[in-house]
């Protein structure tokens, strides 16, 4: 399949990737990580909506490995929302009433630098767990939700994932399923006539949340790949991370905002970054976004514009801060 393919097709290198995008001079080898623990990620798809030559590009700076993500800064860690205290099992995690996370992989299609679970162990999510998992999900009567998350849980193919939406079904309590994946926008031709008719059947009404931090990451193909899910009876909705140097200003908001309505997906939740050691640079402070916020409110209809929330570990729903 052509998104499988893409998937094995990857840039090697930090380096490699600036030397394909002209940009030896910004990005010199000293400002690179070229093998980092968190491995460059990002397929050809998602490669295509960066602008050749633009060091400040905002969908390069999602993923670019740069040396100072080494430096160790004050309260940041390696688990920034506390994932292993709500771990049920290594596929399972259980933090909010009603709602569970599965972990059905621990792969990405692409490598976000600002990522929280950037230093989570998956190498225990092996089938074994997702059963054990099922298992904890059916003896739970108070579970509404279950949120198929990861890793990107669209990496998987269509025959795995039309067994777990069948077990998924097949649990009584159970009334909603929702999906958080980055291929509707990362890689666009992963929504594929398979997954759609997959999802269409789903004896469960299934929710997509997307993740598009900057309005150039929807492009024509990722506008189509979201009609088709609609079309589907997929509800869409987007959740996005307030970043320095990609999206932490009017104008990048507003334009992810009006690039969102035309996909017809709501704006959900925007996140303050979660602290994670290696994504300092990113940090934008909760008063430079309540700034943001009150800009937004001023110039987008209240449907366009998402709650700013941000999470803190241990507490049982994510907390508003407007
Ligand atoms: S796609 Fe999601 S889970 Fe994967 S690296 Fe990016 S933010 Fe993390």
Not at 66 to 83: I, N, R, Y
Not at 130 to 148: C, G, M, P, T
Request: glycine residues 4%; aromatic residues 6%.
């Amino acid at each position: 399949m052509a998104w499988q393919r893409q998937l094995q097709k990857l840039p090697k290198t930090a380096s490699d990737l600036v030397a394909q995008l002209g940009l030896q001079s910004a990005y010199p080898a000293e400002k690179l990580q070229q093998q980092p623990d968190f491995p460059l990620r990002a397929p050809q798809s998602f490669l295509n909506k960066i602008q050749p030559g633009n060091p400040s590009d905002p969908l390069l700076q999602q993923i670019l490995p740069l040396a100072k993500e080494k430096a160790q800064q004050a309260g940041f860690s390696t688990d920034p929302v506390g994932d292993l205290e709500a771990q049920k099992n290594p596929a399972l995690l259980h933090k909010y009433h009603g709602r569970a996370l599965l972990l059905l992989t621990g792969q990405c299609a692409i490598h976000c630098r600002y990522c929280f679970r950037q230093h989570y162990d998956y190498g225990q999510t092996q089938p074994t767990q997702i059963q054990q998992a099922l298992a904890q999900i059916k003896a739970d009567n108070s579970l509404r939700e279950i949120i198929l998350s990861g890793g990107d849980p669209l990496v998987l193919s269509n025959r795995r994932l039309a067994y777990y939406l069948e077990q998924l079904g097949e649990i009584k309590h159970l009334q909603r399923l929702r999906i958080h994946s980055r291929l509707p926008v990362v890689l666009p031709e992963r929504i594929d006539s398979g997954l759609l008719h997959l999802l269409e059947r789903s004896p469960l009404p299934v929710s997509l949340v997307i993740h598009a931090n900057h309005a150039q990451e929807i492009d024509k193909q990722s506008q189509k790949a979201l009609q088709a899910l609609r079309q589907a009876g997929v509800w869409l909705f987007n959740q996005a991370v307030l970043l320095r140097g990609v999206n932490a200003d009017i104008e990048a908001q507003m334009a992810l905002a009006e690039a969102l309505a035309k996909a017809q997906v709501v704006p959900y939740y925007l996140h303050l970054l979660d602290k994670v050691q290696g994504a300092a640079h990113f940090e934008v402070t909760e008063t430079e976004a309540l700034a943001l916020m009150q800009a937004l409110q001023q110039r987008l209809p209240g449907y366009l514009v998402p709650k700013l929330v941000k999470e803190i570990a241990g507490l049982p729903y994510k907390q508003r801060v407007l």
